[in-house]
């Protein structure tokens, strides 16, 4: 199959989805998750039912394909802000970032499912290799506290900001953030933060 070809139906396949994501995201938002067909997901992508169904085999699946679009977003912009923030700045605005993006809402049925899902599994590692990068880099200048190993910190720091997906509201979320970035830090002798 020659290339322009490959890259034409690569490209149309991508834009099905991207449409399919949009679609999703648009009537979870609107409805929640049990109003949710693949009629009205077919209907508000603008595509057929049947190639719909070559996509997802039902709407639980449209829903998983959103939320890996969305946390291959996130990622993305996670990534991005770390390497254009100054790298004494890099940690906490990570923190923050991540955080940020951990609270939120996605209508009224559970939805813990999405959160036990492989793409969700795939960015916590991603996530947590960055700021295990981010803590060395930190602990390197004298930045991050030496009583406890660099591994546990990382898996405290990781474990503390999910309790951000049960945050009311991202000023909540923030303040999460700042104590754990706090709790990474340095203390003196009388238990103040170091400046």
């Known amino acids: ?21 949009q679609a999703t995201a648009k009537l ?6 049990t109003g949710l067909t693949m009629s009205a997901i077919a209907e508000t992508a603008g595509i057929s039912r049947a190639t719909l169904y070559r996509y997802v085999k039902d709407s639980a699946e449209a829903v998983e394909l959103w939320h890996a ?3 291959g977003d996130h990622l993305r ?13 890099r940690l906490s605005t990570v923190i923050e970032r991540y955080a940020i993006s951990r609270q939120h ?15 969700v599994s795939d960015a916590r590692e991603t996530v947590a290799a960055l700021l295990h990068e981010l803590i060395i880099a930190d602990s390197e200048a004298g930045a991050i506290r030496t009583d406890v ?21 991202r000023d909540a979320a923030l303040r999460l953030a700042h104590l754990v970035e706090q709790s990474l830090r340095p203390r003196n002798p009388i238990g103040t933060m170091e400046v």
């Open 1 to 21: 199959m020659p290339k322009l070809w490959e890259a034409t139906i690569e490209g149309h396949k991508d834009s099905v989805k991207l449409a399919i994501v």
């Open 69 to 71: 679009h969305q946390i």
């Open 105 to 119: 809402q996605h209508g009224d049925q559970d939805h813990s499912a999405l959160h036990r899902s492989a793409a």
């Open 77 to 89: 912009q996670l990534q991005a802000v770390a390497a254009a923030t100054p790298e004494d700045e």
């Open 28 to 33: 979870v938002h609107q409805d929640g998750f």
């Open 149 to 169: 190993p660099v591994d546990e910190l990382v898996q405290y720091a990781m474990a503390s900001l999910e309790a951000a997906a049960y945050l009311p509201d």
